[in-house]
């Protein structure tokens, strides 16, 4: 799947499934609250907390999931598309950090 054709039937989903989107601000507090659980996880599994029962059935890339959804939701609603933005900030990056972080001795 594509990123074009993920925003495609995340659309469709929407309009057939889920009535109509969300106003960009309730997305954007879903989407901070979805990075939110992601964060959650990783603190718990791969961080120095404790893991608690409860979250050690929880699926990491489902919650990834739940985040690319809405962001994939604002993308839509904002006339963004990601495909063409990751691109162009790929380029961005590479242009920037050609050489910083070969000479990161932090790195090495």
């Not at 791969?46 to 939701?73: H, P, R, T, W």
Request: proline residues 1%; aromatic residues 4%.
């Amino acid at each position: 799947m594509t990123i074009s054709n993920a925003q495609q039937q995340v659309d469709e989903w929407i309009k057939t499934i889920g009535v109509r989107y969300f106003s960009e601000l309730t997305n954007m507090a879903m989407l901070t609250e979805e990075v939110g659980e992601v964060a959650r996880i990783i603190a718990r599994r791969y961080g120095e907390q404790s893991e608690k029962e409860s979250d050690k059935n929880k699926d990491l890339g489902d919650e990834m999931a739940d985040v690319l959804f809405v962001l994939i939701c604002l993308a839509n609603q904002t006339g963004i598309n990601l495909e063409e933005a990751l691109k162009q900030n790929l380029l961005k990056k590479t242009e920037r950090d050609a050489d910083r972080h070969k000479n990161n001795p932090k790195l090495a």
